[in-house]
């Protein structure tokens, strides 16, 4: 697969960065359906009312056709902008926890929907990352410490970015 030609942007399980990241000159149509997996609504749900508005011209599905097998390892999910697609790994989807789910889901929302590109920083007092843009967004975080900056972390993914 071209990679570097469809500007595929990764969401890491481990480390690593992203390869080629988002072109910032692509601009997304708006408009036209969305098509999501059964398994992905309850997120999208999730998202859109975080956001504030419903999402459009999207598709998320699972990968059928082995295009994550191809990558390099760790990835989870990644977002085409261009494509304004979504592909995610169905075994690492039924295999993780729920809240695990929601920060990779966003994160590849981010890119696809908000247009967000990464954001490597982490906090200085809790080895944690700023933002669920991190290229390895479950860097250090529990299902605790998720839960106590859930509210920051919306506010930072959707806060900047919000019209
Ligand atoms: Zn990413």
């Given at each position: 697969?071209?990679?570097?030609?469809?500007?595929?942007?990764?969401?890491?399980?481990?480390?690593?960065?992203?390869?080629?990241?988002?072109?910032?000159?692509?601009?997304?149509?708006?408009?036209?359906?969305?098509?999501?997996?059964?398994?992905?609504?309850?997120?999208?749900?999730?998202?859109?009312?975080?956001?504030?508005?419903?999402?459009?011209?999207?598709?998320?599905?699972?990968?059928?056709?082995?295009?994550?097998?191809?990558?390099?390892?760790?990835?989870?999910?990644?977002?085409?902008?261009?494509?304004?697609?979504?592909?995610?790994?169905?075994?690492?989807?039924?295999?993780?926890?729920?809240?695990?789910?929601?920060?990779?889901?966003?994160?590849?929302?981010?890119?696809?929907?908000?247009?967000?590109?990464?954001?490597?920083?982490m906090m200085?007092?809790v080895h944690i990352p700023?933002?669920?843009?991190h290229?390895s967004p479950g860097t250090g975080l529990d299902?605790?410490t998720y839960?106590?900056y859930?509210?920051?972390?919306?506010?930072?993914?959707?806060?900047?970015?919000?019209?």
């Amino acid at each position: 697969m071209a990679q570097g030609a469809l500007m595929v942007c990764l969401g890491y399980i481990l480390f690593t960065a992203c390869g080629p990241l988002i072109d910032s000159s692509v601009r997304f149509n708006t408009g036209g359906d969305v098509q999501v997996e059964p398994a992905f609504l309850q997120y999208v749900g999730d998202f859109e009312a975080e956001y504030g508005q419903r999402i459009r011209g999207i598709s998320m599905m699972f990968d059928r056709d082995g295009e994550i097998d191809e990558m390099a390892g760790g990835v989870v999910a990644f977002c085409q902008p261009a494509l304004r697609r979504i592909i995610v790994d169905p075994q690492w989807f039924w295999g993780d926890s729920d809240w695990r789910r929601e920060i990779f889901l966003f994160h590849e929302l981010g890119h696809c929907i908000l247009q967000r590109g990464h954001r490597s920083r982490m906090m200085s007092n809790v080895h944690i990352p700023v933002s669920l843009m991190h290229p390895s967004p479950g860097t250090g975080l529990d299902r605790e410490t998720y839960k106590k900056y859930r509210t920051y972390y919306m506010r930072e993914l959707f806060g900047r970015t919000k019209k």
